[in-house]
């Protein structure tokens, strides 16, 4: 049974940084697509980033140069910086594009 969970959600004000970890069991993390997720009420989850089983890294737009994925065999991480409060959400972790977690909320507010 696959079980991900995500922390280090939080209150940040813009500008500042945040890293979440997602602890996984029941998966390969270092040979399966893991990737990030978000969330805010009244829209669709959005794409943020993921890191194929290869090692390859993609962002989306909004959030390259700024957000770095990262991995290892415990689980996968995404480390933010400059956080703008348009980052505000909540963040899902996702494993082999079809397992999630249950989300960890950042709000970016002064």
């Known amino acids: 049974q696959v079980r991900l969970a995500e922390s280090g959600g939080g209150l940040v004000q813009p500008g500042g940084s945040l890293k979440l970890s997602c602890v996984a069991s029941g998966i390969h993390t270092t040979y399966s697509r893991m990737g990030w997720y978000r969330q805010v009420p009244g829209k669709e989850r959005e794409f943020v980033a993921d890191i194929s089983w290869s090692g390859t890294k993609d962002y989306a737009d909004s959030v390259k140069g700024r957000f770095t994925i990262s991995r290892d065999a415990v689980g996968v991480y995404l480390q933010m910086n400059n956080l703008k409060t348009e980052d505000s959400g909540v963040y899902f972790c996702?494993?082999?594009?079809?397992?999630w977690g249950q989300g960890t909320l950042v709000t970016v507010s002064s």
């Open positions: 996702n494993g082999a594009s079809k397992f």
